[in-house]
T-cell receptor, first 117, second 108 residues
């Protein structure tokens, strides 16, 4: 079955440590996205990539980095520069939006819950 | 960026029809209107999308007036399993921008 897989499900980070969240999809989607969700809040866009080897900052990119070396993979690194990283992180993918404004439904992963200890 | 406004929460009972309205005054001409459902500790799930007038699928209907400044998600005969947060993100060529959503609580 096609889908999008995030790992690990739970992650604990020590102060000053970098951690990498994995996101893999086998849906043959061109576009991939990272969102952050805080308790009781909506989703905020961190980074997105519409094609391999290219990505753009979202609304809250500071303290995060990404790479898109393969179509299937879009890992997110939470660096020590991110002062409040405790949150629920969601990865999504979709077909590339080649039609102006046309929306291709996002498929989301099951998320990674990151906690600073 | 276009911004959406939704009620923070709604309550309903099993078997009732629920209508959730989203205001999007600054929607771009090319933006489609989409709705997502999210259960606790899960990623959102795409429900329905439309551009104008009415769209219906197996789980919901979407009503969009001619000026497209708002949209209404209609859930017929809700059940306890429809208790969730509902979002009406906007986007287009960039990426979807999600607001805080509407928390729907369905009571027995």
């Amino acid at each position: 079955d096609g889908g999008i897989t995030q790992s690990p499900k739970y992650l604990f980070r020590k102060e000053g440590q970098n951690v990498t969240l994995s996101c893999e999809q086998n849906l043959n989607h061109d576009a991939m996205y990272w969102y952050r969700q805080d308790p009781g809040q909506g989703l905020r866009l961190i980074y997105y990539s519409q094609i391999v080897n290219d990505f753009q900052k979202g609304d809250i990119a500071e303290g995060y980095s990404v790479s898109r070396e393969k179509k299937e993979s879009f890992p997110l690194t939470v660096t020590s520069a991110q002062k409040n990283p405790t949150a629920f992180y969601l990865c999504a993918s979709s077909q590339q939006n080649r039609d102006r404004g046309r929306h291709y439904g996002y498929t989301f992963g099951s998320g990674t819950r990151l906690t600073v200890v | 960026l276009a911004k959406t406004t939704q009620p923070i929460s709604m309550d309903s009972y099993e078997g009732q029809e629920v209508n959730i309205t989203c205001s999007h005054n600054n929607i771009a001409t090319n933006d489609y209107i989409t709705w997502y459902q999210q259960f606790p500790s899960q990623g959102p799930r795409f429900i329905i999308q439309g551009y104008k007038t009415k769209v219906t699928n197996e789980v919901a209907s979407l009503f969009i007036p001619a000026d497209r400044k708002s949209s209404t998600l209609s859930l017929p005969r809700v059940s306890l399993s429809d208790t969730a947060v509902y979002y009406c993100p906007l986007g287009g060529r960039r990426a979807l921008t999600f607001g805080s959503g509407t928390r729907l609580q369905v009571q027995p």
